[in-house]
């Protein structure tokens, strides 16, 4: 088989791993959302956006619901959300989105990955001031006008409206604030939502080297990988 096969055995590993991640990922945001909103996709408009994005990662419907029941049945208080913030190597700020039960362990592992790429762990306000929180919708395009569907939702929050060519979907862009009364105002409107993602996006960017780009990334690549860090952003340009 070789080396041909090993490579190929190495990618389908890497998938799994990936396709792995992105189920837990959706797992703990929906313990999440059924802890702050109850487990009525109906009545917890946050619920059904997590729901959204594990069909966008073909996450099984009967795992949804599973994780739905055991979210309901337990007692999910010990889980939350949290944001620490510092700096990579370079001076690159950096946001590092948590779910965690134990606050603790996740503090210390995220200061070592920080301190061994010679980055620093900030404190509370220190970084985040310099990014906006803000939610993308990707919507089907077929059937929309970009100028009309502009004039429906401006009321509604919409920031920022773009298409994707290759893929024939529009991204819409609201202020975290919004994303409820947004997501009512397109399903109101029986427009399809595909994905939906809460994210910091940088209001200003910064360029480095490609070696020290690089020095970045492997810090962010190193943090993805723990099961307790959510996402990780950034202001590279």
Known sequence: MGRIFETRKATMFKRYAKMAKAFTKIGREIVMAVKLGGPNPESNPRLRMVIQNAKAVNMPKANVESAIKRASEKDTSTYEVVI????????????????????????????????????????????????????????????????????????????????????????????????????????????????????YIPTTTKSLSAEQESEVQAMIDKMEEDDDIEAVYHNMA
């Open 84 to 199: 620490y913030e510092g700096y990579a190597p370079h001076g690159v700020p950096v946001l590092v989105e948590c779910t965690t039960n134990n606050p603790t362990r996740t503090v210390a592992s995220v200061r070592m990955y920080f301190n061994r790429a010679n980055g620093s762990l900030g404190t509370s306000g220190s970084v985040q001031f310099m990014f906006e929180h803000v939610v993308l919708f990707k919507v089907d395009a077929k059937g929309l006008q970009k100028d009309d569907l502009e004039l429906e939702l401006i009321d509604f929050g919409l920031e920022d409206l773009s298409y994707d060519a290759e893929q024939h979907h529009f991204i819409i862009q609201t202020a975290f604030t919004n994303f409820g009364q947004m997501q009512s105002a397109l399903e109101e409107r029986q427009i399809t939502v595909y994905e939906s993602s809460k994210i």
